[in-house]
């Protein structure tokens, strides 16, 4: 039943205001945000299972997993039910401005008997402060299809970056399968940040502000 998995991560900086949230427009910098790759560690992504390439612009990468799966029943192992990839980023943007993370999709595929669950979980924060955010996304067997989530921040719950600090931005993301009422003994259920192509795209929103 299980299939050997190659999952590509596009994730894609989109500069907007929280006028794409409601609410007065935001400036939007003029010059463009870099972002460079510190580290990627996890269940999901152990050494050797992941690379990250950065777009020749640096406003973009890819990041290609080979083994991000969670999954319940037949062939599993106890730890199995439950796994995560951790991005740490180092963020640079343009000098007076400061940023957010307005909004996140995420896609992927699920293999759930009935009776068995899935959650889809993303947190994110700045280092050196507690979790800004994060958000469950719940599904539910039978299910044999892809999977879409997306997280939205509410504009007045928006925290941005310290002004006139450079700190490491981390996102967090983690599968996890449980049997609930299905038969882990006969059958097997799992979820994976994949898509039947090969492929998701993961687009990460950022609302600005002016920095005083």
């Known amino acids: 039943m299980l299939?050997?998995?190659?999952?590509?991560?596009?994730?894609?900086?989109?500069?907007?205001?929280?006028?794409?949230?409601?609410g007065d427009s935001l400036p939007t910098p003029p010059d463009r945000i870099v972002i460079d790759v510190a580290t990627v560690n996890g269940s999901g992504c152990p050494a050797g299972t992941a690379a990250v390439a950065v777009s020749p612009d640096n406003t973009a990468f890819t990041v290609t997993y080979s083994s991000y799966l969670a999954q319940v029943g037949v062939g599993s192992k106890p730890?199995?039910?439950?796994k995560n990839c951790q991005l740490n980023?180092?963020?640079?943007?343009?000098?007076?401005?400061?940023?957010?993370?307005?909004?996140?999709d995420y896609r992927g595929f699920a293999h759930l008997e009935s009776g068995a669950t899935g959650v889809e979980r993303a947190s994110?924060?700045?280092?050196g402060q507690p979790e800004t955010a994060y958000q469950n996304h719940r599904f539910n067997g039978p299910s044999d299809d892809n999977w879409?989530?997306?997280?939205t921040v509410d504009v007045a719950a928006l925290v941005f970056a310290p002004c006139g600090?450079?700190?490491?931005?981390?996102?967090?993301?983690?599968?996890?399968?449980?049997?609930?009422?299905?038969?882990?003994?006969?059958?097997t259920s799992?979820?994976?940040?994949?898509?039947?192509?090969?492929?998701?795209?993961?687009?990460?929103h950022l609302a600005w502000k002016h920095c005083p």
């Open 3 to 22: 299939r050997t998995l190659a999952v590509a991560t596009a994730v894609t900086v989109s500069l907007v205001g929280t006028s794409a949230f409601g």
């Open 79 to 82: 730890t199995d039910f439950r």
């Open 89 to 104: 980023l180092r963020v640079h943007v343009p000098q007076g401005f400061t940023y957010a993370i307005a909004s996140a």
């Open 124 to 127: 994110y924060y700045f280092q």
């Open 148 to 151: 879409q989530a997306t997280d």
């Open 165 to 187: 600090e450079e700190r490491n931005f981390n996102v967090n993301t983690e599968l996890r399968v449980g049997a609930g009422t299905s038969d882990p003994a006969h059958t």
């Open 190 to 204: 799992f979820m994976t940040m994949d898509s039947t192509d090969g492929s998701i795209n993961t687009v990460y």
